[in-house]
């Protein structure tokens, strides 16, 4: 009798393991603590801009302020700046109520679980959420708006939406039209859509890959074009700048931290893990979980 599969990949597995195991990485740190940490920085930094195979051109950020935002916890511009010469970035400024600038301040991403209708709204709290918004901001940051916190304890907050999330995500397809307002949207619709956008997503993933572009690529330069702003800002001081993600951005917060020296702390919340692990045999995983409840 021949038993299912254990893990997702199937009878590739084996084989996209011994693949992987066929190209160590060479400038892991294991195997150049005689370069010293400053020349393996350098090389490691180079090695992995390579690797993302996506040049943005110059800094160019041309910023415009789209409209004021206010709330309770803050005050703010909703702005949008240039991360390359085809993308338009729109974002929150946000500054706390308290205090005096310069600030320290947060470049906040938003997660990849939830409506790809949202993005940085995922993550604020305007006090005009739709049923969806809320609930998920229930279920993944317990009921609150992180950047609210974060400005109520003094910080400043650059929340964007991140390529295909958000007003960067995709339009007109399916049965979306070309302009929609998430907040208006009816539930069955967004829910729709939510379904449709994950084909669209991987298609386009495919694509870039094709081109010989990494979505991990555009996120990056965006994130530090997203630092770039935020140090343009007089309100911001340029020495005291943090990061921080859930999930896939916890993902967008280590390449940031990494390759980014204005970056002087970091918080990746749910992807402290490597590739490999997140790839091994079901029965493994099943096993730990196991020995989780029983503790």
């Known amino acids: 009798m021949i038993k299912p599969p254990l893990n997702r990949f199937g009878n590739c597995h084996e084989t996209l393991r011994r693949i992987r195991a066929a190209r160590p990485m060479s400038l892991a740190w294991p195997r150049c603590r005689a370069l010293g940490h400053a020349e393996w920085k350098k090389r490691a930094r180079q090695a992995v801009f390579e690797a993302l195979h996506y040049d943005p051109g110059p800094r160019n950020l041309r910023p415009r302020v789209v409209k004021q935002v206010e709330t309770a916890d803050f005050v703010g511009e909703k702005v949008v700046y240039r991360t390359a010469p085809w ?40 006090g005009n959420e739709p049923p969806i918004l809320v609930e998920h901001q229930r279920l993944h940051h317990s009921g609150r708006g992180l950047a609210n916190e974060f400005t109520k304890r003094g910080y400043a907050v650059l929340a964007a939406d991140a390529f295909y999330f958000g007003e960067r995500g995709p339009r007109g397809f399916a049965n979306l039209p070309p302009k929609v307002d998430p907040y ?16 669209s997503l991987f298609a386009a993933v495919r694509y870039l890959m094709w081109a010989g572009i990494t979505w991990q690529g555009i996120f990056t330069w965006d994130d530090i074009r997203g630092v770039d702003y935020l140090v343009s800002r007089p309100e911001v001081d340029p020495n005291r700048i943090a990061c921080t993600g859930l999930s896939v951005d916890a993902w967008r917060t280590n390449f940031l ?5 204005r970056i002087q702390a970091s918080a990746s919340i749910m992807w402290m893990t490597t590739g490999d692990a997140q790839h091994e ?5 099943a096993r730990r979980a196991q020995r989780a409840s029983d503790w």
């Open 257 to 261: 931290a990494a390759l980014d020296d």
């Open 87 to 126: 993308f338009e970035t729109p974002a929150y400024f946000l500054l706390p109520k308290k205090g005096k600038p310069p600030y320290p301040a947060v470049y906040l991403m938003h997660e990849w679980g939830g409506n790809p209708l949202f993005g940085k709204e995922r993550v604020i709290q305007f």
């Open 281 to 285: 045999p079901a029965r493994r995983i």
């Open 184 to 199: 208006s949207l009816p539930i069955r619709e967004a829910v729709a859509f939510h379904n449709q956008f994950g084909d």
